[in-house]
């Protein structure tokens, strides 16, 4: 894929990290966002484990 500027190309790249680490579900956190999981982390409503 080719951008017109550099510009739309980091906002691109930017778009898509802050998809994959905050919103797509995470096997390890049971198929939750990391943002779903730290909200009902915070809520009580998750047991971490060691």
């Known amino acids: 894929m080719r951008f017109v500027t550099r510009r739309l190309a980091q906002d691109e790249v930017m778009e898509w ?3 994959y680490n905050n919103r ?3 096997s390890t956190l049971g198929y939750l966002s990391p943002m779903a999981f730290e909200k009902k982390n915070f809520a009580g409503e998750i047991k971490l484990v060691a």
């Open 17 to 19: 990290l802050v998809f």
């Open 24 to 26: 797509r579900p995470h």
